[in-house]
């Protein structure tokens, strides 16, 4: 069974703060997936990394894909209220393209 | 991105009682749909691989029989929870495969067995 585990696993921070989030496993995935869930309703798709050592940009957001593909950071800067939320990553082995979740991590940004 | 759509939002039913899920793909066809169930603060956990035409794959734990899928056409897929008792109180997410190595997620059912 693969696992991704994520850390931490919850984080609350004022606004305007840096934080990183973790996603690791022991599993090579072919891909690997970041989404962002509030309450209530489905994940939503942040981005896919694909290429080992890949770095994508959105907007604040920078997500990390390792060397190894077996790991994932997701950084955000300067941390609004607005990006409070459930964030999971979730990696594809490409088998029955079925996708792992990580535990996920309970960000709250203070205002 | 694509859109999936998932009906009811929200059901309360009595205890005993079967529940029908809908997860339709609207704008690309899916030939795989997912059906995952998350409890309260929790990540999702995958419960079955639902292929057109087919029939569906369950993880391991997951009662096939009291978790009905049913996947009749490439834009629809239904999980009906059958004699449905409290513990199968949850959140229902279904997602749907592009075939491009990513999934898009419906927006959801709170089933509440009372």
């Known amino acids: 069974t693969q696992l991704l585990e994520q850390s931490p696993q919850f984080l609350s921070i004022q606004e305007g703060e840096n934080l990183t989030v973790y996603c690791n496993s022991s599993?090579?995935?072919?891909?690997l997936q970041w989404y962002r869930q509030e309450p209530g309703e489905g994940p939503v798709l942040l981005v896919t990394v694909v290429t080992g050592g890949e770095v994508k940009k959105l907007k604040r957001l920078t997500f990390q894909f390792g060397d190894a593909r077996k790991d994932s950071s997701l950084h955000i800067t300067a941390a609004q209220p607005g990006d409070t939320g459930l964030y999971l990553c979730?990696?594809?082995?490409?088998?029955?393209?079925?996708?792992?979740f990580g535990s996920g991590t309970q960000l709250t940004v203070l205002p | 991105g694509a859109v999936v759509s998932q009906h009811p939002s929200r059901v309360i039913c009595k205890s005993g009682t079967s529940v029908k899920i809908e997860c339709r793909s609207l704008d690309f066809q899916a030939t795989t749909m997912f059906w995952y169930r998350q409890f309260p603060k929790q990540s999702l956990m995958l419960m079955a691989t639902s292929n057109e035409g087919s029939k569906a794959t369950y993880e391991q734990g997951v009662e096939k029989d009291k978790f009905l899928i049913n996947h009749a056409s490439l834009t629809l897929s239904t999980l009906t929870v059958t004699s449905a008792h409290p513990e199968d109180s949850s959140f229902y997410i279904c997602?749907?495969?592009?075939?491009?190595?990513?999934?898009?997620f419906g927006p959801g059912t709170r089933l509440t067995v009372l």
């Open positions: 599993s090579v995935f072919s891909s």
């Open positions: 979730a990696g594809d082995s490409g088998s029955a393209r079925q996708l792992t």
């Open positions: 997602s749907a495969d592009t075939g491009i190595d990513t999934q898009y």
